[in-house]
């Protein structure tokens, strides 16, 4: 193991984490503090306008509840989308799908942990970090990205290397991943009730 390469890694998980959190405005559809500060701002910014306009507060307040609506409406269509991992086949495969859903969430300004996933995937791919896996858990209940894993190492997180780093910006955190204690770390951290992982899409 290098330790130098470590704190790279590190470094690197947490930036993208960061950029995560900065790019979408909204956060996730699926965390209540998120679609509650999705309702302020689709709320409070529909009511300011309707008043500017002359009307009056009770009718400028069904304006705000209105907008909230319409913006919670991509936050539920994007909350389905998310209960599987993209396709990677067909035209828009691979990296390009990843960007893909990434571009799509950035523009709404909101996604749960596979659009997450994507964004961060996207900004270490782009930040020429290798390798990368963008990850779903086997029981489809989680996505995230891992830097540093074992090239053909498999489902079972113990056997991902101890060089492998956790890039989870839906759960705001990075962290290594050491092989002795990674099935539990796993289960601990994401709270699925499952560890083993597949990797959608890796670049070496």
């Known amino acids: 193991m290098s330790d130098g390469k470590i704190v790279v890694y590190l470094s690197e998980a947490n930036l993208a984490v960061a950029y995560v959190k900065r790019s979408l405005k909204f956060g996730a559809g699926n965390k209540w503090d998120d679609a509650k500060k999705a309702y302020e701002v689709h709320h409070e910014w529909a009511e ?9 507060r009770p009718l400028a307040k069904v304006a705000g509840l209105f907008m909230y609506v319409i913006g919670e409406a991509r936050v539920i269509a994007m909350r389905m989308e998310d209960g599987a991992p993209p396709p990677m086949n067909g ?9 893909q859903v990434a571009n799509d969430s950035i523009k709404w300004g909101v996604g749960n942990c596979g659009e997450q996933s994507a964004i961060s995937f996207t900004e270490l791919y782009n930040r020429g970090v290798r390798p990368l896996d963008y990850m779903w858990l086997t029981n489809r209940k989680h996505a995230f990205v891992v830097i540093g894993r074992k ?9 991902w290397g101890d ?32 560890c083993d992982a597949k990797s959608q899409f890796r670049i070496d």
Request: hydrophobic share 35%.
């Open 48 to 56: 300011g306008v309707a008043m500017n306009m002359g009307y009056p």
């Open 151 to 159: 090239s053909d190492s498999g489902e079972d997180p113990s056997a």
């Open 163 to 194: 060089e492998a780093v956790i890039c989870d910006p839906w759960n705001n955190d990075a962290y290594q991943l050491m092989p002795e204690m990674a099935r539990s770390t796993l289960l601990a951290k994401m709270q699925c009730g499952c």
């Open 91 to 99: 035209a828009h495969s691979g990296i390009n799908r990843i960007r």
